[in-house]
Structures are given as structure tokens and as C-alpha cells.
């Protein structure tokens, strides 16, 4: 993919993906080097920029020669996921935990397990910045839960978007069947609106 980039031959490139992927670095760097790009990369939290959400991403920005970048400055103030489920009325929770995810979470407060596959079943601490909304978010039985008045509630679509600082105004595609699966694994692979503002508003063209 980055060979392709650099035939395009776009002014810049912005790059997000998952922390691991630091370790391909001095590749892509041969690669966009060759095509007269400089490249500066760095793993960001994007709590520190905004979003209520401790998610960890490997950026990388290439620029050809006439535009400049920098890092931004990391906020120290970050929003907790209560604050921002407070911000604005969320239209609609998520339904109440299945039998199945609540037997796993049971077992998790018990400290029989660390973790399930496909997700976890962690109770949000709404004092903190969440944990990272992935794409194994993407059923109501799954994952990200939260507890109100001694129940368990998965996330609603509305709360998970919200948590990924979305306006509460953005319209999302739903899948041909009208589920709301397609929604989930949009928002669990997108990289957070107010991360992305804040590295792209840090390109500057001469």
C-alpha cells in the first residue's frame, strides 16, 4: 500500500493504525524516503487530545517537500467517559446485558478470568477515559458494558459514537439488512474525529 501512495505521489500522507505496527517503521520510512517524502511518526493516546478514550495508535505523517508538520501538543486535562455521556442527551441505551455476557462478567469481577475472547466484558469506569472501542464491539452481547443502578447494559450506538467524539449529529451508514453491525465496525475502526483534527490541522502547506 505504501508503494502505491508514494505513484500517487499526494502532497501528504497520514497514517493510523494499531501500536504494534511502529515495528514497520524503518520500512515505510525506505519507502516514502524514496519517493521524496519525510516522515515523522509517534503512538498517541487519543485522551490526550480530546477524546474520552484511552486509545493507543501508531501515527505516521509523510510530507513532500513545501509542507510542514508537527506533533501537537498533548492536552493535560482529559474528558471521562461519564463526562462525556453527559454532554448532550443521548438518543437511546443499549439493551440490557445478555444472560450469557453477564455470567462473564460475574466471572471477571470474581477474578476467575482476565479476559474473554471476542472482548472482555469490561464495566466502563465512567470516572476515567473508556477503554479502546474496537470493532469487537460490533454485536449488543459484546464487550464494552455499562452498569446503571446495578444492572449491565451494553453500549448503545449513540454512546459508543460519543465515546469516539463524534457530533452527535453525524449519520452513519446501516448495513443492507438495517442492523446496526455495519454502525459498530465503523465507529470501532475509524480513528477518533477529534484525533484526527488535531494531527491534520497540524499539516501546513507553504
Known amino acids: 500500500a ?5 505513484r500517487m505521489a499526494p502532497k501528504s500522507v497520514f497514517m493510523e493504525e494499531v501500536q504494534g505496527c511502529v515495528k514497520l517503521v524503518p520500512e515505510l520510512t525506505k519507502i516514502f524516503e524514496s519517493g ?15 477524546v474520552p478514550q484511552r486509545r493507543k495508535r501508531f501515527i505516521l505523517i509523510a510530507t513532500k ?6 506533533f501537537p501538543t498533548p492536552n493535560k ?29 460475574e466471572r471477571r469481577k470474581r477474578g476467575e478470568v482476565d479476559r474473554f475472547p471476542g472482548g472482555g466484558y469490561e464495566i ?9 472501542i474496537t470493532t469487537q464491539c460490533r454485536t449488543a452481547t459484546m464487550a464494552a458494558s ?3 443502578d446495578g444492572r449491565y447494559y451494553c453500549m448503545s450506538t449513540q454512546e459508543l459514537a460519543r465515546l469516539h467524539s463524534y457530533p452527535p449529529d453525524f449519520k452513519f451508514k446501516h ?14 475502526n ?7 483534527q488535531a494531527i491534520a490541522t497540524n499539516i501546513k502547506f507553504d
Do not use: N
Open 190 to 196: 475509524s480513528v477518533p474525529p477529534l484525533l484526527a
Open 77 to 105: 486535562t482529559e474528558v471521562s467517559a461519564g463526562e462525556a455521556l453527559k454532554r448532550e442527551p443521548i438518543p437511546a441505551w443499549g439493551k440490557e446485558v445478555s444472560a450469557t455476557a453477564l455470567a462473564h462478567i
Open 65 to 70: 517537500p513545501g509542507v510542514s508538520f508537527e
Open 146 to 148: 455499562i452498569e446503571r
Open 2 to 6: 505504501a508503494e502505491l501512495v508514494v
Open 175 to 188: 448495513d443492507a439488512k438495517g442492523c446496526d453491525t455495519a454502525i459498530r465496525m465503523q465507529i470501532g
Open 124 to 132: 466502563m469506569d465512567l470516572s476515567k477515559p473508556c477503554y479502546t
Open 36 to 50: 521524496g517524502y519525510s516522515v515523522k511518526y509517534k503512538v498517541l493516546t487519543a485522551s490526550h487530545y480530546g
